[in-house]
């Protein structure tokens, strides 16, 4: 599954510091992303407080890439909502990121969604590839099991719009296309580890389900 996102960033792997090269790298697509085992059958809005489409303004999303053994990545931003996100009833968990850079789905518990651990249409865990803008580099971000990466309803207030909070951590694997000393790619891929990366996004509805 792709989708558009177009929030950017700027990552410096070695060779492109031994060059002298910086490479403003352009979140593109979303991927495959977790599922659990409750189901939404019946009521086609099941979750209306959750269901609709959700936008971050800028500033609202805090989200950072952290490789520390890589001088320049330590904690860089890296927005994955840096536009809308639309939220629907799933078929195999209570909900759905339909329109995202990762399409994760939640099962909800109250006023929290939550990650299931294991993909239902996959069994395995769930993942989300981001392509990068040069056509080869990615960043594979492969939420972990505590903390849980949870989409959490805020509190309403009078006269403004419905709020939430997304929280969550992720095993990131980081492979960045590699230059030679000119800056042209040689087709190789420089992995970069141990990498993380950590969710941490306002966000608030502007359409209802």
């Keep these: 599954m792709t989708t558009k996102d177009p929030s950017r960033f700027v990552l410096v792997s070695k060779a492109l510091r031994r060059s002298g090269l910086f490479l403003p790298l352009a979140l593109a697509a979303g991927a495959i992303a977790g599922c659990g085992s409750n189901s939404s059958s019946g009521d086609s809005q099941p979750f209306p407080e ?79 590839t981001i392509n990068l803008s040069d056509g080869m580099s990615t960043v594979v971000l492969d939420p972990n099991p505590s903390p849980v990466w949870t989409f959490k309803l805020l509190a309403p207030v009078t006269g403004q719009a419905p709020t939430a909070q997304i929280v969550g951590a992720a095993a990131a694997t980081v492979s960045l296309a590699v230059t ?26 502007i359409a209802k389900p």
């Design 50 to 128: 959750f269901e609709g489409v959700w936008v971050a303004n800028s500033g609202d999303d805090t989200s950072s890439l952290n490789c520390p053994m890589e001088v320049g990545l330590e904690n860089v931003p890296f927005q994955i909502y840096g536009t809308t996100t639309t939220i629907e009833a799933g078929v195999l968990t209570d909900l759905a990121e339909t329109d995202s850079a990762c399409l994760f789905n939640y099962d909800v518990m109250g006023k929290i969604a939550t990650i299931p651990a294991t993909d239902p249409y996959t069994g395995k865990a769930p993942t989300c």
């Design 180 to 205: 030679d000393s000119s800056g042209n790619p040689t087709g190789q891929l420089q992995t970069l580890t141990p990498c993380t990366f950590a969710a941490q996004v306002n966000i608030h509805k």
